[in-house]
């Protein structure tokens, strides 16, 4: 088992990583796969009731690879951390099968009482560079998180998010696949210019409403030609 664990986390890596050109590279390269081994190590013993030499392992793992999992957090199968520096993951996190994340990904808590206070994220799910996932949230299969995002309520499965506090965009209909940083690419959603685009549509209705009671006052808004 943990050597099938092993080899289909490599192809995972090589699957989705151009850079990776061979098995021994990602092998010996990858922090991201060395913080995951490490955490399978920890995550046994926590399990086994030996708490602090659990948190030891996984402050060890922390101090060669940049990657904070806490040995308490579940992991699913054929999980990928692209860089990897910065990454931190909660005690009471959960992470399903082939999840994707870069580098700066926080998965945290907001809030010290005991129990469920970390994200549980589905299958298949992408979370871009430098994202925060806080509280106990869910975040279903498929769902794309871009970088820099900040998100704080539950994500539909198949949505992509942006922005801060992240809000969904459209996808253009395409059919599932792998997006780099949690963004979908062709063509590049700019979380800033599809923020103008809102303002601009609030704008236009807002100009509507108040025409429709002084025609006027619209004109003397309206810039000077």
């Known amino acids: 088992m943990p050597l099938m664990f092993l080899r289909e986390t490599i192809q995972a890596y090589r699957k989705s990583d151009p850079a990776a050109r061979s098995n021994l590279e990602v092998l ?5 796969l060395h913080a995951v081994l490490v955490h399978r190590l920890a995550h046994g013993v926590w399990r086994g009731g030996f708490v602090t030499l659990a948190r030891l392992i996984s402050h060890i793992g922390r ?24 990454v ?9 099968d082939d999840v994707y994340i870069y580098h700066q ?8 009482a005991q129990g469920k206070r970390h994200p549980t994220i589905g299958n298949n799910v992408i979370i871009g560079a430098g994202a925060k ?10 769902a794309r998180i871009g970088a820099n995002a900040v998100v ?8 992509t998010v942006v922005g801060i506090p992240a809000r969904p965009v459209e996808r253009g209909g395409r059919k599932p ?31 509507a409403r108040i ?5 006027q006052a619209v004109e003397l808004l309206s810039p000077q030609k």
């Not at 996932?133 to 498929?142: C, F, S």
């Not at 780099?180 to 800033?192: Q, R, V």
Request: proline letters at 8%; charged letters at 20%.
């Open 211 to 215: 025409q429709a009671r002084d025609p």
């Open 28 to 32: 010996l390269c990858y922090p991201g």
């Open 105 to 112: 990904v926080t998965l945290g808590g907001t809030s010290s």
């Open 177 to 207: 696949r792998f997006d780099a940083y949690g963004t979908p690419c062709d063509p590049c959603i700019d979380p800033l210019f599809h923020e103008i685009e809102l303002l601009r549509g609030e704008l236009t209705a807002l100009e």
């Open 63 to 86: 101090f060669l690879t940049g990657i904070e999992i806490h040995p308490g957090a579940k992991i699913g199968r054929r999980f990928v951390i692209d860089h990897g520096m910065g």
């Open 133 to 142: 996932v806080l509280g106990a949230i869910n975040v279903a299969e498929g």
């Open 88 to 96: 931190v993951i909660g005690e009471t996190a959960e992470i399903g």
């Open 152 to 159: 704080v309520a539950p994500i539909p499965a198949g949505t």
